[in-house]
């Protein structure tokens, strides 16, 4: 299992989308584009409050007049609703129901958006006189180079604002979370370190599961780079976005081997073990095929759902098929705990024993079925907040995992109970070659 979690990371260091674009966005306007399109895609944004703001320079002032440029801003279900209307717009008419029309013939042009009475997603489209011609040849000139940026009201009302409405508040989250962890690194670091350091029969899950808080921890502390760099200039560090999600995609791949290498013998092969020996790590092919199978799964999953992501900042996203397939594997793995951990329950009548496999199920059920309960509770909130509350939320009830995990594997009674049952008891020990008594 360590050359699969090698393989995993490696995988994931290979395969890695770009860092996504922010809301100050860069580009040309295009006429061939625009008529290929009907349209020419510049990006959307949810505005909130009475000044919104969005800002277009262009660098060919002439040019822009001689096309007639002008952008167009749709309301997202208006656009939506153009679409899929089964009366066939032409491309003039479509264009015609803007909401809100700027004709580009000056270097830098203000569009105001004012009384949004609530955060609502708008469409902004590049669009000239070429759009909607059939000739090819007029629209083959030169494009326009800009800068637009889309902004927010700030606390005070001017719009300074670079976060859209289903991303404001996840810079300060990212801030207090890196504060946490820097508290807690202080106050718990030197004592971690010297259990590590005891070895015994915890010490190859701690260093498992320290790494998977590091990861978390890097994750976070990138995340807060990134988000710092976007309040000032709406771009961001696109690097330290994708090392965010690096991190994190690591972070799980680690926790996922450590809870299948404790959880297999459970769930698994637990009819082939003794009662007495539980957590005994069984490495036979059928057990082994499975952890790679299933670890292998969820890093392709992973992996899949960031490049089908085309939200910058949603790290836990469920809106593509990757991200409804990993909801499924989560939840099977929680029930396979779950359904192990009933039967060894039920049939074990040592109190210890009992309360240490509830609280590490406990841990393990967190961490597997968080984000499936936080995607359903994301219904009752509006749309712009949906991503915002789950990621959020999966990053709370993760630590909040590994916290249980952590007092479960440091606490002498209960671990020195659990693993005196035999001499390699525990399932990651077995990786030593040799048998040890556990000591603290």
């Not at 995993?8 to 295009?30: I, N």
């Amino acid at each position: 299992m360590g050359g699969l979690r090698l393989l995993a990371v490696a995988l994931t260091c290979c395969w890695w989308p770009p860092g996504s674009e922010g809301k100050t966005v860069r580009g040309t306007f295009s006429s061939a584009a625009a008529r290929d399109a009907q349209g020419q895609s510049i990006g959307h944004f949810e505005f909130h409050g009475d000044h919104a703001l969005l800002c277009v320079r262009i660098n060919n002032i002439a040019v822009a007049v001689e096309k007639e440029a002008k952008l167009y801003l749709f309301q997202a279900q208006e656009w939506l609703k153009l679409w899929e209307s089964s009366r066939g717009y032409s491309c003039s008419e479509r264009l015609s129901k803007a909401q809100l029309t700027m004709t580009m013939n000056q270097t830098e042009h203000n569009l105001t958006l004012s009384q949004i009475p609530y955060p609502q997603t708008w469409h902004v489209f590049y669009a000239d006189k070429y759009t909607c011609q059939d000739d090819n040849e007029n629209s083959q000139v030169e494009d326009i180079l800009f800068e637009m940026m889309l902004l927010n009201p700030d606390a005070e009302g001017n719009p300074f604002d670079h976060f859209s409405a289903g991303e404001s508040g996840l810079h300060e989250f990212f801030f207090l979370l890196v504060l946490v962890y820097f508290v807690i690194a202080c106050i718990y670091a030197q004592s971690l370190w010297q259990a590590i350091k005891k070895g015994g029969p915890m010490h190859m899950i701690l260093k498992v599961l320290t790494t998977a808080l590091l990861l978390q921890a890097g994750s976070a502390l990138a995340n807060y780079i990134h988000f710092s760099s976007y309040s000032k200039d709406g771009i961001g560090v696109p690097f330290m976005g994708s090392l965010a999600e690096f991190f994190d995609i690591a972070s799980q791949i680690q926790m996922l081997y450590l809870l299948l290498s404790l959880c297999m013998g459970w769930t698994i092969v637990r009819m082939k073990k003794s009662q007495s020996r539980p957590l005994q790590w069984d490495s036979t092919p059928a057990s082994t095929g499975i952890a790679v199978f299933i670890v292998i799964t969820q890093s392709i999953l992973l992996l899949w759902e960031q490049f089908e992501d085309a939200s910058p900042h949603s790290y836990h996203s469920h809106h593509n098929l990757a991200g409804v397939l990993l909801i499924i594997l989560r939840i099977c793995l929680a029930l396979s705990l779950g359904c192990g951990l009933y039967q060894i329950v039920t049939a074990e009548r040592s109190t210890l024993k009992r309360e240490f496999y509830i609280t590490f199920a406990k841990g393990c059920i967190l961490w597997f079925l968080c984000h499936p309960v936080l995607v359903c509770i994301s219904v009752i909130f509006s749309e712009y907040q949906r991503d915002k509350v789950i990621t959020i939320g999966v990053i709370l009830c993760q630590s909040i995992s590994m916290v249980i995990l952590y007092r479960l594997f440091l606490s002498h009674s209960l671990y020195w109970e659990v693993s005196s049952l035999s001499s390699v008891t525990l399932p990651l020990t077995i990786s030593s070659g040799h048998k040890s008594r556990p000591h603290f």
